[in-house]
């Protein structure tokens, strides 16, 4: 290769990398430029973000009357333990297991037959006794005229006077012996005591039975046209029922069923108890319901909603408005330049889905109740139109 040659080589190698240089560098300059226009159009995003849009509601007062929840079971109003007064056998069961009877239907008949020979003995017993009485009077009646015309003397007129008395007295007596006699006649015919549905017959025809401290039970009669409901309820609740503006007995109480809540019955307080149950700060408490599909029987498990002795003002807030800040609860509102203003709030109880506020909220302001986890205090915000309440 010649000199000239080399140069010329030489030269066009030097130029190359003299173009590849000065592209490499005007390469990393536009890139440079360019990643500055987007990190300043990304910073200005961030700088000024849109306002997020949040739906408010103003806060009113309404008239309510609240609930108390409770677990109770069914008592009977009236019940009895069929048991004999007299002894025999019984001879009939005029009833069927579970029947509905009426005061004054027969249920056992325990044969009679000795004590009607138990009255017809007394009976004649009186006759007897009246018989003898007479007698005595008329015997008095003439020592009395003889006593008079100084005939006898005085003693025998006393004689007379205290025979008949005796005599008089012995009636007095075997009428009361006809009574119980009679009585216990009746005892025999067992009757219901008021209208109810009875158990099965524990004894049947064919038994005997004795009257006596530890005489068996020959049914069970509950009356269950009506029947208690027993709760406890809570040492506040019962404060403020005695001191609301109705009655005990016009408190409002609403049961269903444990097994099945789809029946209401509607009550009202039939009696508190005595006495508080220091052991568990509650008394206990009675309500009456008419068991008006018959369904009703006693040991159920219920559930009783106790409403309130008066009603009340209450200020209420949506749920979706209440937020957590560890173990407080707070709410934001919207000032007047639809800016978030921070307020804790301490709630009660609950009705139809939402809460009575007790402290943190007046009336006439507007809380937002939408995306609390989007927006932060000192924050603007668009309002959306405001829903209803």
Do not use: C
């Amino acid at each position: 290769m010649s000199a000239s040659s080399s140069t010329t080589s030489k030269t066009l190698l030097k130029t190359s990398l003299v173009i590849a240089v000065i592209t490499f560098f005007a390469l990393n300059y536009y890139s440079g430029e360019a990643n500055t226009a987007e990190t300043e159009s990304a910073a200005e995003v961030t700088a000024a973000p849109p306002a997020p849009v949040v739906e408010v509601v103003e806060l009113t007062t309404e008239t309510l009357r609240f609930w108390s929840r409770f677990s109770g079971r069914i008592v009977p109003v009236d019940s009895a333990d069929i048991k004999p007064l007299t002894s025999g056998e019984i001879q009939k069961v005029a009833f069927e297991d579970g029947q509905m009877v009426k005061k004054g239907d027969l249920l056992f008949l325990i044969d009679p037959r000795p004590q009607q020979a138990v009255v017809k003995r007394v009976e004649a017993q009186l006759v007897s006794a009246k018989s003898r009485a007479k007698l005595a009077k008329d015997e008095l009646q003439r020592t009395q005229k003889l006593v008079e015309k100084k005939l006898i003397s005085d003693s025998i007129f006393d004689a007379a006077s205290n025979e008949y008395a005796v005599a008089s007295a012995a009636i007095r007596e075997v009428e009361s012996a006809l009574v119980e006699a009679k009585l216990n006649l009746n005892y025999s015919y067992i009757k219901a005591p008021f209208n109810g549905r009875m158990s099965n017959a524990k004894l049947t025809v064919g038994n005997i039975i004795e009257s006596e401290m530890n005489a068996p039970i020959l049914a069970t009669i509950i009356a269950d046209q009506q029947f208690y409901a027993e709760f406890d309820v809570d040492e506040k609740t019962y404060i403020q029922s005695l001191r609301g503006t109705l009655k005990v007995n016009e408190m409002p109480v609403e049961l269903t069923l444990a097994a099945d809540d789809s029946v209401v019955y509607h009550g009202q307080v039939h009696s508190f108890d005595n006495q508080l149950d220091s052991s568990s700060g509650t008394i206990r408490t009675r309500a009456i319901f008419d068991n008006t599909d018959g369904v009703l029987t006693p040991g159920m498990y219920v559930d009783i909603r106790l409403g309130a002795a008066s009603e009340s003002e209450a200020l209420l807030i949506d749920q979706r408005a209440i937020g957590t800040n560890q173990d407080k609860k707070f709410a934001y509102i919207i000032d007047g330049n639809t800016t978030v203003v921070y307020r804790e709030i301490e709630l009660g109880k609950s009705h139809n889905g939402q809460r009575v506020v007790t402290r943190g909220l007046q009336q006439g302001e507007r809380i937002v109740v939408n995306g609390l986890s989007h927006i932060r205090p000192g924050m603007a915000v668009t309002i959306k139109s405001e829903p209803t309440k």
